[in-house]
């Protein structure tokens, strides 16, 4: 019977994919540290309560709990899938992810660039900066899952010619997304009187705007860089289509 059900879910697997996904192997494990991470992050919050607490927009204010948020919708829907073998999940999962993984990567290449540079940058001098651990958990390991997930547990949809418009969907969802984010700071300045990141306060208007469209610039590279890597560790589907003719020519 085991193995009726593990040549069934290979049947179902597509040929692209390297591992069983959903499956309650290593995609069922991914998505559980997954949400084991992502919860520690909001305990953490709960935990070291602050001013952002009590202000208008809570956390949300932070791209980093953003994306954690929707990191967790995207895992949440994948281990369901992984327990259920429901591939309306999984699909739910991917889609979730095709927005949470570019996000994830652009919080940890801003987040660590600019600390690099000057902690209150990132951190408003009156707040501590968290642990190291809890800093890792914010703002590297949903990166470091998400791309796994990503690369080796998801169809291959990002790729062409499954969707040949990719790239300008991901680049107007980038700028979408990121001008959304920017409206949502201002609406919670105009209540809180301060921004959540210090960088914010430090530019204009204009420097601001700049900010943004960089970073939706830069969110769609990232989704370009994700669709690259994926086809060149898993291939693409004409490949498979000139290998399956070749054997058909073989065959007569």
């Not at 001013?51 to 994306?67: E, K, M, P, R, V």
């Not at 739910?92 to 927005?99: D, G, I, R, S």
Request: aromatic share 12%; with cysteine.
């Amino acid at each position: 019977m085991s193995a009726s059900r593990n040549d069934a879910a290979r049947r179902q697997r597509h040929p692209l994919q390297r591992f069983d996904a959903p499956g309650k192997g290593l995609s069922g494990a991914t998505h559980v540290i997954g949400l084991i991470s992502f919860y520690r992050s909001f305990k953490f919050l709960a935990d070291n309560p602050n001013l952002i607490n009590d202000s208008y927009g809570w956390h949300f204010q932070y791209l980093t709990i953003i994306g954690i948020s929707i990191s967790t919708l995207s895992f949440t829907s994948g281990l369901l899938a992984d327990i259920t073998s429901s591939h309306q999940l999984f699909t739910l999962k991917n889609y979730l992810a095709l927005v949470a993984a570019p996000i994830e990567i652009l919080i940890s290449m801003l987040y660590w660039g600019l600390r690099a540079i000057s902690r209150d940058l990132v951190i408003p001098p009156d707040l501590p900066a968290p642990p190291i651990l809890d800093d890792l958990g914010f703002h590297l390991f949903p990166t470091l899952l998400l791309t796994l997930d990503t690369l080796f547990l998801s169809p291959p949809w990002p790729t062409r010619p499954i969707n040949p418009r990719a790239s300008l969907v991901s680049l107007v969802s980038s700028i979408t997304l990121a001008f959304t984010y920017w409206f949502w700071i201002e609406r919670c300045y105009a209540e809180n009187g301060f921004y959540p990141y210090p960088i914010f306060s430090i530019l204009s208007t204009p420097q601001r705007i700049g900010l943004f469209a960089g970073s939706g610039v830069a969110m769609w590279a990232v989704g370009a860089g994700l669709r690259w890597c994926y086809r060149a560790i898993n291939g693409i589907e004409a490949d498979l289509v000139r290998e399956a003719r070749a054997e058909e020519r073989k065959a007569r």
